[in-house]
T-cell receptor, first 113, second 114 residues
């Protein structure tokens, strides 16, 4: 079945540091890939997505590229801010009517001023 | 556009008691999901509705869990009786329909079973 393996946390960085959160997946067919973010006390919010190989999703300075050859979708940001502190989830949805989102375990990110 | 609404936000009950969670999806969204999120884990699907029909309930523990989506809009998830291991966050999500990629999540209901 489908699965997502995500970089374990927690991750603590200083403000303006470069961020990478690794995500690899196992899936049949051609899944779509997502990064969701969960701020304290709030629900999951879609951060970015990519629907086919070599697509790059981007939002709020975050980027991730769908790499089919390495089955990866790593999240990056060039300069993090304190407001980026949250839990980040990598997820995939199957194709051909498999609508279920399969999530990774989440990575807690804390940015120190 | 209003987001997915869930209530209550928090619930504390004693084991063996019943509990119910309510979800109002985004207007016009035909697909509705219930997910379970244990502490330190990603959400896991419990059930998916297309309009009023449950099209995927394979992960729903049917001995104690039940769900309904009357009229294809609001949905209720029920646990009876609750067990200690049911303590978790219950998330509702919706999307416009089949072929639409993005699911929109509500804030969740945090359940504590004592």
């Amino acid at each position: 079945g489908n699965s997502v393996t995500q970089m374990e946390g927690p991750v603590t960085l200083s403000e303006e540091a470069f961020l990478t959160i690794n995500c690899t997946y196992t899936a049949t067919g051609y899944p779509s890939l997502f990064w969701y973010v969960q701020y304290p006390g709030e629900g999951l919010q879609l951060l970015l997505k990519a629907t086919k190989a070599d697509d790059k999703g981007s939002n709020k300075g975050f980027e991730a590229t769908y790499r089919k050859e390495t089955t990866s979708f790593h999240l990056e940001k060039g300069s993090v801010q304190v407001s980026d502190s949250a839990v980040y989830f990598c997820a995939l949805s199957g194709d051909f009517g498999n609508e279920k989102l399969t999530f990774g375990t989440g990575t807690r990110l804390t940015i120190i001023p | 556009e209003a987001g997915v609404v869930q209530s209550p936000r928090y619930k504390i009950i004693e084991k063996k008691q019943p509990v119910a969670f309510w979800c109002n999806p985004i207007s016009g969204h035909n697909t509705l999901y219930w997910y379970l999120q244990n502490l330190g884990q990603g959400p896991e699907l419990l059930i998916r509705y297309e309009n009023e029909e449950a099209v995927d309930d394979s992960q729903l523990p049917k001995d104690r869990f039940s769900a309904e989506r009357l009229k294809g809009v609001d949905s209720t998830l029920k646990i009876q009786p609750a067990e200690l291991g049911d303590s978790a966050v219950y998330l509702c999500a919706s999307k416009r329909g089949a072929g639409e990629e993005t699911q929109y999540f509500g804030p969740g209901t945090r359940l504590l079973v004592l």
